[in-house]
T-cell receptor, first 113, second 114 residues
Framework: GENVEQHPSTLSVQEGDSAVIKCTYS??????FPWYKQELGKRPQLIID?????GEKKDQRIAVTLNKTAKHFSLHITETQPEDSAVYFC????????????FGTGTQLKVEL | NAGVTQTPKFRVLKTGQSMTLLCAQD?????MYWYRQDPGMGLRLIHYSVGEGTTAKGEVPDGYNVSRLKKQNFLLGLESAAPSQTSVYFC?????????????FGPGTRLTVL
């Protein structure tokens, strides 16, 4: 089955700096890669996703890049703000995977003033 | 439109007791999922369903059972609770489609087994 590894497990940045979270996946057939943000005590919510036919996708201050050859994808947050503090999860899906996502173990991002 | 809801929000059980967690969605989604979330371990899939009357095992199914008698509801049962089942449980749903699409999560149920 699919295996997703996520690094780092914790990340602390100064407000205004950039943050990068990286994930690797094992199955080359994976074709959909979402990122979820989970604030303390809340439910995970989708913030951005990318499909395997695209190398990069941006939405305001967040972007995701995908390197299919290396089987890794990354979340980039620019001009970080205190409200970006949360746990971020990456995930991967492939068509033969039984209609389910495989999640990474999460990154606790803390944006310090 | 309430989205995905879960009942109850909190529960404390004693070892050996049983309970059922209810997930309901009003978006007419075909697929529904139950996850557990433990510190440092991310979201692990327990069971899932691709339609009314169907269920399938996920990554960590032992000690749990599920039923999907109605399209809008997905029930997670613990027959004999154990302390190792102390966790936060999330339900999720998504539309059927050729390509994967957004998965919507419920607010979670915090379960403590003493």
């Amino acid at each position: 089955g699919e295996n997703v590894e996520q690094h780092p497990s914790t990340l602390s940045v100064q407000e205004g700096d950039s943050a990068v979270i990286k994930c690797t996946y094992s199955d080359s057939a994976s074709n959909y890669f979402p990122w979820y943000k989970q604030e303390l005590g809340k439910r995970p919510q989708l913030i951005i996703d990318i499909r395997s036919n695209v190398g990069e996708k941006k939405d305001q201050r967040i972007a995701v890049t995908l390197n299919k050859t290396a089987k890794h994808f990354s979340l980039h947050i620019t001009e970080t703000q205190p409200e970006d503090s949360a746990v971020y999860f990456c995930a991967a899906y492939y068509t033969g995977g039984g209609n389910k996502l495989t999640f990474g173990t999460g990154t606790q991002l803390k944006v310090e003033l | 439109n309430a989205g995905v809801t879960q009942t109850p929000k909190f529960r404390v059980l004693k070892t050996g007791q049983s309970m059922t967690l209810l997930c309901a969605q009003d978006m007419n989604h075909e697929y529904m999922y139950w996850y557990r979330q433990d510190p440092g371990m991310g979201l692990r899939l327990i069971h899932y369903s691709v339609g009314e009357g169907t269920t399938a095992k996920g990554e960590v199914p032992d000690g749990y059972n599920v039923s999907r008698l109605k399209k809008q509801n997905f029930l997670l049962g613990l027959e004999s609770a154990a302390p190792s089942q102390t966790s936060v449980y999330f339900c999720a749903s998504r539309e059927q489609g050729v390509a994967y699409n957004e998965q919507f999560f419920g607010p979670g149920t915090r379960l403590t087994v003493l």
